[in-house]
Every structure is written in structure tokens, then in C-alpha cells.
């Protein structure tokens, strides 16, 4: 009930909450769920993770692109339900997936985001785990993350 009366706060007189519009923008795949009432930000980003990995295995930069760049639109809002679910249900899980994949994920992942989500990332993986995500990220040299800000639907 709580979570149903924040959502209703921060909607427009359309009656559909801007993270809301900017999903149907980026994924109209995901239409019929976004306009159920009990689907959540957080269930937004527990659907797009398992599409950025399938993205990154197929090499789909525009998929990468939308997804990266609506996680990181909700990551900079001032709405906690916004930052904290792109925090907790998409950037915390997002070393769950095969080491192969971490190289891509951090190309894609913005210093604000990899300070913000460091602490989370500490207390998640091993420290075997968080030492190589380190390391990945200290010897990045193409960095993608930028590429994510150039999604139109995302600004």
C-alpha cells in the first residue's frame, strides 16, 4: 500500500509515472505489464537483467544502450524508489552473471555508478570476486558507459 501511494505521488496527469513512459519508450515489449498496478520499478529491472546479459552474449549494442541508459536515468533521480531499485534489483546482480561477461559490464557501468554501487558489490561478491571487478574497472580503456546518455528516450 505504501509503495502504491508513493507511485501515485510522483504521477503525471496522464496518470502514468515518467519511469513508466520512458519503459514503454525503450521496451514496448514490456507494455502489458508496466500498465498492471502491482508492477513495480524494481520488477522493471528484475525482467531487464537477464536482457542485458542475453545482450551483451549477442553482441546487441542498441539493446545495451537502452538498458544501461534507463538504469543509470533511474540510478541519477532523486526519487529513492527510483535510485535504490536500479541499485538493488539491477546494478547489485549485475556480477551474478559468468565472469566472461564482467570485462563488458564494466565498460558499460559510469564512475557515479561504480561508486555509488561499490559498498552493495562489497558486501555481495567474494573478496576474490570484488578484487577482480577492481581490477576490471582500473584497467578499462574504451569505456562505454557515455554511450547509454545518447539514448534520447533516457534524457
Same mark, same amino acid.
Given at each position: 500500500?505504501?509503495?502504491?501511494?508513493?507511485?501515485? &505521488?510522483?504521477?503525471?496527469?496522464?496518470?502514468?509515472?515518467? !519511469?513508466?513512459?520512458?519503459?514503454?519508450?525503450?521496451?514496448?515489449?514490456?507494455?502489458?505489464?508496466?500498465?498492471?498496478?502491482?508492477?513495480?520499478?524494481?520488477?522493471?529491472?528484475?525482467?531487464?537483467?537477464?536482457?542485458?546479459?542475453?545482450?551483451?552474449?549477442?553482441?546487441?549494442?542498441?539493446?545495451?544502450?537502452?538498458?544501461?541508459?534507463?538504469?543509470? !536515468?533511474?540510478?541519477?533521480?532523486?526519487?529513492?524508489?527510483?535510485?535504490?531499485?536500479?541499485?538493488? &534489483?539491477?546494478?547489485?546482480?549485475?556480477?551474478?552473471?559468468?565472469?566472461?561477461?564482467?570485462?563488458?559490464?564494466?565498460?558499460?557501468?559510469?564512475?557515479?555508478?561504480?561508486?555509488?554501487?561499490?559498498?552493495?558489490?562489497?558486501?555481495?561478491?567474494?573478496?576474490?570476486?570484488?578484487?577482480?571487478?577492481?581490477?576490471?574497472?582500473?584497467?578499462?580503456?574504451?569505456?562505454?558507459?557515455?554511450?547509454?546518455?545518447?539514448?534520447?528516450?533516457?534524457?
Amino acid at each position: 500500500m505504501q509503495l502504491m501511494r508513493k507511485t501515485l &505521488a510522483v504521477q503525471s496527469v496522464t496518470g502514468m509515472a515518467n !519511469w513508466q513512459r520512458k519503459v514503454l519508450a525503450l521496451f514496448p515489449g514490456l507494455r502489458h505489464d508496466v500498465q498492471r498496478p502491482d508492477f513495480s520499478i524494481s520488477m522493471v529491472f528484475f525482467d531487464l537483467l537477464p536482457r542485458v546479459r542475453v545482450a551483451h552474449q549477442d553482441g546487441d549494442p542498441e539493446m545495451l544502450r537502452r538498458i544501461y541508459g534507463f538504469a543509470e !536515468w533511474c540510478f541519477e533521480q532523486k526519487a529513492k524508489d527510483l535510485w535504490n531499485a536500479a541499485g538493488v &534489483a539491477f546494478y547489485e546482480h549485475l556480477f551474478d552473471s559468468h565472469r566472461s561477461l564482467w570485462p563488458e559490464f564494466v565498460r558499460r557501468l559510469s564512475p557515479r555508478v561504480v561508486e555509488g554501487c561499490m559498498g552493495v558489490w562489497g558486501w555481495r561478491l567474494s573478496e576474490e570476486e570484488l578484487a577482480e571487478g577492481r581490477r576490471l574497472l582500473a584497467e578499462c580503456r574504451k569505456p562505454l558507459y557515455q554511450e547509454a546518455r545518447l539514448t534520447k528516450s533516457c534524457t
